[in-house]
């Protein structure tokens, strides 16, 4: 019967559900889903672009340390590498330039490619398999049509920090100091790893627990991070100028700081750091009524904290949403609690979404800033979804503030 209802007359993962029926049909459509991201990666091969330039950036820097040079050449050159400029903590660059003195650029490098094989295959197994087993592969699958070849191939260290991340978190029910050390620990690289603390707001803990907790490990990764930057010694100047220059001017990533220049903005400009200071307030606070309101489980908070830790990102890049795909179904999902047409329109307006985004990637990846649009595009289901949660909950969230009615008289008559 439901093979013959028309099109929007029933929800998106319903009407595609009875279409996957054969492993046949759900392996195309996972192919179709993924297409720019397996075209991606053979093009690359053909063209013989290069491969892992983010750890050809870091074994660079690596070498110029050890060679008494400094790692923020704007073009760095090393012998047999294909660098991109370094924007980490010259402290790391030192590091890594110890590692390739015992163990030989040739050998880091094979180590770096298993170690990012199994991310890659660990995070995708949590996406796919692990995060929500009983969610339809129609929903899950096409937000992966975001992804393309270069999110891989850069071989960018932030994979292997959210794997570490993702596996600690898998355990915060359990215990909740590895995740905050994995945190602290990514921060060293991409401070911006920081907002994945959201999610110990989130836990199906005391709430009391969950603010000292989160403010706890806020400060202990802020403090960590100005330790850093203290002890970056005279290259310190030099460092801030390539994020600076890098991080915020040429690569302000995908998200936030991304759709900027589309108001007439700077990402670094004074309007902008003040707009994603109240974006990364709204999207948290909104985050945090759809895990108290949501009727999710506590693992679902978790994966849904991941998700939103990912959108509170304001520099936001590509290979930073390898595993979003679980909060998005989770948001969607939630839409059921709004109604059957809520839910139909936002299931659908999902999946027009990524179909979308699929034939632009395939068609011109360069034609329309398609990735900036598809992270907005995420960040809008959130708020849709998250505010009329908020609605709901409307008399939950006042009550606190609307006082004590005036109580009656007990035994006898009330006044006049």
Not at 41 to 49: A, F, Q, T, V, Y
Not at 167 to 182: E, G, S, T, Y
Not at 203 to 229: C, E, M, N
Not at 311 to 320: A, C
Request: proline share 6%; charged share 10%; net charge positive.
């Amino acid at each position: 019967m439901l093979n013959r209802l028309p099109v929007f007359r029933t929800d998106a993962p319903a009407w595609l559900s009875s279409r996957l029926t054969s492993p046949t049909a759900l392996g195309w459509y996972i192919f179709a889903f993924t297409s720019p991201l397996i075209g991606g990666l053979i093009g690359r091969i053909i063209k013989e672009r290069p491969w892992l330039v983010d750890f050809d950036a870091l074994a660079c820097a690596g070498d110029h340390m050890t060679r008494g040079l400094s790692p923020y050449d704007i073009t760095p050159f090393c012998q047999g590498m294909k660098a991109t400029p370094y924007v980490y903590a010259p402290q790391i660059a030192g590091v890594f330039g110890h590692m390739i003195e015992a163990l030989s650029y040739d050998l880091l490098r094979l180590s770096y490619v298993l170690a990012l094989a199994i991310a890659l295959g660990f995070i995708g197994w949590v996406g796919m398999v692990k995060a929500m087993p009983h969610a339809p592969n129609a929903l899950r699958i096409p937000v992966y049509a975001i992804l393309t070849g270069g999110s891989i191939a850069s071989g960018n260290i932030g994979i292997l920090l959210h794997a570490i991340i993702l596996l600690c978190a898998l355990q915060l029910d359990k215990q909740r100091w590895p995740f905050i050390l994995a945190v602290i620990f990514g921060a060293f690289f991409k401070p911006t790893l920081m907002t994945y603390f959201i999610v110990l707001l989130y836990q199906d803990r005391p709430l009391k627990s969950r603010l000292v907790t989160g403010f706890t490990a806020g400060s202990a990764g802020i403090l960590a991070y100005l330790a850093l930057i203290k002890s970056a010694g005279p290259l310190s100047d030099e460092w801030r100028a390539s994020l600076d220059q890098i991080v915020m001017t040429e690569q302000p990533g995908i998200g936030f700081f991304s759709w900027m220049p589309w108001i007439g903005l700077e990402p670094s400009s004074t309007p902008s750091l003040i707009l994603a200071a109240l974006f990364m307030v709204t999207v948290a606070a909104l985050g945090f009524a759809m895990a108290h309101w949501g009727k999710i489980t506590a693992f679902e908070r978790i994966m849904l904290g991941l998700g939103v830790a990912q959108l509170l990102n304001p520099r936001l890049m590509d290979y930073d949403i390898l595993y979003i795909a679980p909060a998005v179904v989770l948001m969607a999902t939630m839409s059921r609690h709004l109604g059957l047409r809520q839910y139909q329109a936002v299931t659908w307006g999902l999946l027009i979404m990524c179909a979308s985004i699929l034939l632009i990637n395939n068609w011109d990846a360069n034609a329309l800033p398609i990735i900036p649009m598809s992270g907005l595009g995420i960040t809008l289901l959130m708020l849709w979804v998250g505010s009329q949660i908020v609605w709901l909950n409307r008399e939950k969230l006042i009550a606190p503030f609307t006082g004590l009615k005036k109580p009656r008289l007990q035994g006898g008559l009330e006044p006049l």
